[in-house]
């Protein structure tokens, strides 16, 4: 059977294998304990918010002045979505680095990694599948997240979003370039220490929208460009925006302004660049991931 | 493809990691040639550090060499058909301690592309002495069990070539005797093992033919009576025992009658072997790497019998 007839087939087994093991990892535990946290106090927060800043609204409402009490509503409960979206990336970017962290020195270390690499297995395949098993694992998560996030939402008066999908895709899309990150680190470092690196780089993406926003706020096009050309490179920030763009794309008004000022960083647009982009840079990186695990003496 | 002469076939095999040059160490394999025959076990052994693993590692793929040719059933080594012929259990291996012993086998079918089934994972898990351990997952097992698991995964899809590392390091005598067995078993089926041990009577009594490395090179080949060579014999006499390492099997007879027509009373006649330890130890003082050379002889310091 030829290589490229049974490498669709070696990268699905490695991701099967990534992902069975994913179920029994204690990591996994910690991040269902921590997100279930985060929604239990999500839907208390949101509830608390929305009935808070209706009350105000209608008090205003009855003065003659303020808002349109759905208006306020609608724009608190994007916000608040939005807050649910970083959060969701945030330990989604957690499960992403856990997940493939100790993928090739880490595993060699352990003795893990060798006994499945001297089996007829391209080393593109077993890269591409640790990155595959990742990304389903953050698509299954986000979705979900996202999902309970916007019915809590939907439930305590805010209005959800009409393109959760894309939301949702943009996510999972800037996740697997994460994932591709701490692949690649994992064939230079140990299993700390590219667990430290990939959390780095997705603190420098989240740095570099903020020192965006500072840019704008400030009227200073280099910061701006410069914060975008970091934010490009860590591919995975610029399809975060995108999803953070998606969310409130087509919302005008006082949510639209109250977004584009949020705390959780600038917006962008999931367009056919950005896409294109990410899948050059996803190639890149696993191609980058599969050298090195050619190279290397294990 | 035709049938191949060799199963192995290494030759001039040259390693050097980066940074031994400039931190003025030499070669950690400096030009081994090596081969193997359907069916044949062979002994690897050497020194801690001599090049054993490099070895190993090259034929499985796990380390690129230098320079060098090395084929396994008529493949480049490390390539993927190569791999399909290859069975491996390394000397630090872990599994998932999550997996059973039948799912990791299953795993490995996966990986290997057997269509063995459940027959073959049934079959290799009796053959290690697994067969009631089918369901008990790995950490629940002993380091034995384990170790007899790792041989069993060694063994998944029936390679032409398995390459064991120290695989008895963990098991008690019954346990070693156990994988003898399972080697002679491969030895009958034509499946060759490299066998790659510090256990050195473990070796002696199970390989066709042993490989001695030191320092990066090949410094002794041959059948382990080969290399153990002639003791001569030992007399028990009225006068004492007196031992003469000249003598061969043949010469033995004839010096009984020429001492019990001298007036000597004998007890006992003993003929004396060399041991592949005795000859290990020789080997690698010869090379320069006594130093080095501590292996972990549990056995015998010499072997005979009543002549």
Redesign the interface.
């Given at each position: 059977m030829s290589a490229l007839r049974t490498w669709p087939r070696d990268v699905a087994l490695v991701a099967a294998l990534a992902l069975a093991e994913l179920r029994h990892r204690r990591s996994l535990t910690v991040v269902t304990v921590l997100t279930v946290g985060f929604l239990g106090l999500y839907g208390w927060g949101v509830f608390e918010v929305i009935d808070s800043v209706n009350a105000r609204a209608r008090d205003a409402a009855s003065g003659g002045g303020g808002l349109p009490v759905d208006e306020t509503a609608r724009g608190v409960g994007f916000i608040l979505l939005g807050i649910a979206v970083f959060a969701t990336f945030s330990l989604a970017s957690v499960l992403a680095v856990f997940t493939t962290m100790s993928t090739v020195k880490g595993e060699a270390e352990l003795g893990l990694l060798q006994s499945m690499l001297v089996r007829p297995i391209a080393r593109s395949a077993l890269v591409t599948g640790r990155v595959v098993a990742a990304t389903l694992a953050c698509f299954a998560y986000c979705a979900v997240v996202i999902s309970i996030a916007s019915l809590l939402t939907k439930s305590a008066g805010g209005t959800p979003p009409g393109n959760l999908v894309a939301v949702v895709l943009g996510l999972t899309a800037a996740l697997a370039i994460v994932a591709a990150f701490g692949v690649l680190l994992s064939t230079v470092f140990g299993t700390a220490a590219t667990g430290m690196a990939a959390t780095m780089l997705v603190s420098i993406g989240f740095f570099a929208s903020l020192v965006r926003q500072i840019g704008e706020a400030t009227d200073s096009p280099s910061v701006e460009s410069k914060a975008d050309v970091v934010t490009h490179v860590l591919g995975f920030n610029a399809l975060y925006e995108g999803a953070l763009g998606a969310l409130t794309s087509g919302v005008g008004g006082l949510a639209g302004f109250a977004l584009q000022m949020g705390p959780f960083g600038s917006q962008g647009t999931l367009d056919s660049g950005l896409w294109l982009l990410a899948a050059v840079e996803l190639v890149a990186l696993i191609g980058l991931a599969t050298w090195r695990l050619r190279r290397i003496d294990l | 493809m035709g049938r191949v002469e060799h199963v192995l076939e290494a030759q001039e095999l040259r390693k050097r990691?980066g940074g031994a040059q400039r931190k003025g160490r030499g070669d950690a394999l400096g030009g081994v040639s090596l081969s193997i025959a359907p069916g044949e076990i062979v002994g690897l052994l050497g020194p801690n550090g001599a090049g054993k693993s490099t070895f190993a590692?090259i034929v499985?793929?796990?380390?690129?060499p230098t320079s060098g040719r090395a084929t396994l059933a008529g493949h480049p080594v490390g390539t993927?058909?190569a791999?399909?012929r290859?069975g491996?259990l390394?000397e630090?291996?872990?599994?998932?301690?999550?997996a059973t012993a039948d799912g990791l086998l299953r795993?490995?079918q996966?990986?290997?592309?057997s269509p063995g089934g459940v027959a073959e994972r049934r079959e290799l898990l009796e053959l290690v002495g697994l067969g009631d351990a089918a369901a008990v997952k790995v950490g629940a097992m002993s380091k034995g069990m384990q170790q007899r698991l790792g041989l069993a995964?060694s063994l998944v899809g029936r390679p032409a070539l398995v390459l064991l590392d120290e695989p008895t390091s963990a098991l008690d005598p019954v346990g070693r005797a156990h994988v003898r067995e399972v080697l002679r078993e491969l030895r009958r089926r034509g499946q060759s093992v490299l066998l790659s041990s510090h256990l050195l009577p473990e070796v002696e009594q199970v390989a066709d033919r042993v490989a001695i490395i030191a320092r990066g090179r090949l410094i002794a080949e041959g059948q382990p009576s080969e290399l153990a060579g002639r003791g001569g014999a030992e007399f028990e006499l009225g006068s004492g025992t007196v031992r003469r390492p000249e003598l061969t099997r043949d010469a033995i007879p004839a010096e009984v009658a020429r001492l019990a027509a001298a007036g000597e009373q004998i007890y006992g006649v003993r003929e004396l072997r060399g041991t592949l330890e005795e000859a290990y130890l020789r080997a690698v003082d010869e090379h320069g790497g006594a130093a080095a050379a501590a292996p972990g002889t549990d056995g015998r310091a010499a072997s005979g019998g009543r002549a």
């Open positions: - | 990691y590692k499985c793929g796990l380390v690129r993927r058909a791999q399909a290859l491996y390394a630090l291996f872990r599994y998932p301690p999550w795993n490995h996966r990986l290997a592309g995964q």
